[in-house]
């Protein structure tokens, strides 16, 4: 009877059918045998590593109580059990299974590697970045342990160290497209386009077909003055994930920086089409239409983007803008008083350099001050 083997939760859904039925089939000698012999440790923890192995983790983890009762000193079960508690979403009774793997065998590094995971996963990251290193210790060149590593650094917003690990990460398996894709959107983030285009080239090289690193390679490209190029990501991202109304979004930006506008507009109404209620859509397509000069479209654009997010002063900036264009002063002025209260700092000088709105800022004034002088006469007069 084997015992002491480690579970590899990942490979559940991986077993084939031939694995499947000789796993069930060996759960059933493992049942004959605790039926005749009840207090068999190794038969328990056989039978609750196999039922893990299949999925059965309600089954497995009751299976693993009765084993742990048997016999508690066995670090590996602890750790298995601990892993079968995480499928079943008991993390923090997961967290002390690892706890005392560890207080049983301080240097078992699955046990460190799944505790420092499992920190992660209740959002304790600070906790989770001291247990990866305790980690790294135990096996400084296992590329996981710097990868999520990185990933819990970048939620401490440790973005150098963050690079560090993930680049760490990079150099001990090349071949891990994710690493390489957040190795590049950091870099990205970070303002470094050149090294993060290197990256996410490197994960295409892996996963040609991954959509999100394309539109992230786009963005790079796009940060280094390459927009047709740019474009030309987009257009594979889009081809790959056509109903992801982000990308066709996108892809609508890309082409509105190339001045073509129709067919920019063309790629927001798909990405409407998928999601309705992306407020930066109907706002993107609003500035089109405003570029194209069909002003009247343009502000029931920026009205379906203020329904569904209304403190926006750039969409009640543009619909100033286009009120002015259309000769309607009233409105303009209405709409730029909004924009003006919501962002004062950036839309009041905005508003004063452009030449559009420079005279109905001036009305404005000139009616205020009017406005002003009138109370201020009426006040006297009451007071007398």
Not at 72 to 89: F, Q
Request: proline share 3%; net charge negative.
């Amino acid at each position: 009877m084997i015992s002491g083997q480690v579970i590899d939760i990942a490979s559940v859904n991986n077993l084939s059918h031939e694995q499947d039925d000789r796993y069930r089939l060996e759960i059933n000698i493992c049942d004959r045998v605790i039926k005749r012999y009840p207090y068999h440790y190794q038969a328990w923890n056989y039978r609750s590593y196999l039922l893990a192995s299949v999925g059965q983790y309600e089954a497995a983890a009751e299976s693993y109580r009765h084993t742990l009762s048997l016999k508690a000193t066995e670090h590996r079960v602890w750790c298995n059990y601990g892993a079968v508690l995480e499928k079943l979403e008991a993390l923090d009774e997961a967290s002390r299974c690892f706890n005392k793997a560890l207080k049983q065998s301080p240097g078992y590094f699955k046990a460190q590697y799944r505790k420092s995971k499992n920190l992660h996963r209740r959002a304790l990251y600070g906790e989770a970045v001291v247990s990866y290193e305790q980690a790294i210790q135990l096996r400084p060149d296992f590329y996981k342990v710097w990868y999520y590593r990185g990933k819990a650094l970048l939620q401490l917003n440790r973005t150098e160290q963050a690079i560090t690990s993930l680049s760490k990460a990079t150099e001990l398996y090349d071949g891990d497209s994710r690493v390489w894709m957040i190795l590049g959107r950091t870099l990205l983030h970070e303002q470094q386009p050149q090294a993060a285009l290197n990256a996410l080239n490197q994960a295409l090289r892996i996963e040609p077909n991954h959509a999100t690193a394309w539109s992230y390679h786009a963005s790079a490209l796009k940060d280094l003055g390459h927009l047709q190029e740019a474009f030309t990501s987009l257009e594979r991202a889009v081809t790959l994930e056509p109903e992801d109304s982000r990308l066709w979004h996108l892809r609508g930006l890309a082409l509105l920086e190339l001045d073509q506008l129709e067919t920019a507009k063309e790629s927001f109404t798909t990405s409407l089409k998928i999601n309705a209620y992306n407020y930066q859509g109907w706002l993107a397509i609003g500035w089109a239409l405003q570029k194209m000069e069909s002003y009247g479209l343009a502000i029931e654009a920026y009205d379906k983007s203020l329904a569904i997010e209304p403190d926006q002063p750039f969409a009640f900036y543009n619909q100033a803008r286009c009120h002015a264009r259309l000769g309607h002063d009233l409105w303009a002025l209405e709409h730029l008083n909004r924009a003006m209260s919501l962002d004062p700092n950036i839309y009041t000088e905005r508003a004063h350099a452009d030449p559009l709105l420079q005279s109905i800022l001036k009305d404005m004034q000139d009616n205020d001050s009017g406005e002003d002088l009138e109370a201020v006469e009426r006040i006297d007069f009451d007071a007398e």
